[in-house]
């Protein structure tokens, strides 16, 4: 795997240093996690709610872990329940544990999570503040008055009349 020096980048932008910072733990993270597979679903009818989810087959709710800090998303696996009273002639579901990370974007917050059939479904949404909200400005009918300043007090200017 092949490493991206984004040292040129801090030197030349101001204020996008999270990016790269999250771009490089990106590409650091790609490969290292392969289990479990999951999918990351947006929804057809708003485009700021989605979803992961991931295969844990094996895993009960006890098992599993959810956390969110510092923007990112923490989905821990860890058996409880030792196979000790099993036998296995063959073993292919993997039931090993595992740490599965997902940076969230700003304002995205987790909604729920649910559990059902081995698959692990954890809801999310992107709730921005209501400062961020585009809005629209009204524009005013009114024409500002034209004032002079005599003295330090603000007067009405009187119309000049033609002689």
Known sequence: MSSFDFSPL?????????????????ARLDGAQGYPPYN???????????AIELAVAG???????IEVNEGQL?????????????KFVHRGIAERGFIRRFQL????VVTGADLTNGMLRIDLKRELPEAMKPRKVA????RPSTKVIEGGKAKSAKPVSAA
């Open 139 to 142: 524009i005013g009918d009114q």
């Open 10 to 26: 801090y030197r030349t932008v101001v204020g996008f240093d999270r990016m790269a910072s999250l771009i490089d733990t990106a």
């Open 40 to 50: 990351i679903e947006q929804s057809v009818e708003d485009d700021d709610v989605y």
């Open 105 to 108: 974007a700003d304002h995205v």
């Open 59 to 65: 895993f009960a709710r006890e098992d599993l872990d």
């Open 74 to 86: 923490i989905v821990v696996g860890k058996k409880t329940q030792s196979d000790e009273t099993r």
